[in-house]
């Protein structure tokens, strides 16, 4: 599986901006897709993700009420809207693909080159 994220760039706090990430190759029955993040001087951090099949997610408490996950799999892209952007935000982000839904960053093993999102005023 081959992963292109793409949607980033430069957003004053309190703005939005939707992620995209384009699905190349074969997908598999419990395959699912996630976003994580990396920001300056830390380590990455699990964001979001949902299943292929049935369209099941799950949010870091971090982002929840803020950011949606989804999918459109005609389209074999994957979203994240990202709504009341913070500073604390800023990060790249890269989306990833697992078997099955999950928080745990060992369980991706594709994972696209990651887009920069900068929120600030």
């Known amino acids: 599986v081959q992963l292109m994220e793409s949607g980033g760039g430069l957003v004053q706090p309190g703005g939005s901006l939707r992620l995209s990430c384009v699905v190349s190759?074969?997908?598999?029955?419990?395959?699912?897709m996630g976003w994580i993040r990396q920001a300056p001087g830390k380590g990455r951090e699990f964001v979001a993700a949902?299943?292929?099949?049935?369209?099941?997610?799950y949010q870091a408490d971090s982002v929840k009420g803020r950011f949606t996950i989804s999918r459109d799999t005609a389209k074999k892209t994957v979203y994240l809207q990202m709504n009341s952007l913070k500073p604390e935000d800023t990060a790249v982000y890269y989306c990833?693909?697992?078997?099955?839904?999950?928080?745990?960053?060992?369980?991706?093993?594709?994972w696209g080159q990651g887009t920069q999102v900068t929120v600030s005023s």
């Open positions: 949902i299943t292929w099949s049935g369209g099941y997610t």
């Open positions: 990833a693909a697992a078997r099955g839904l999950t928080t745990s960053l060992d369980d991706y093993d594709s």
């Open positions: 190759g074969r997908t598999f029955g419990n395959f699912a």
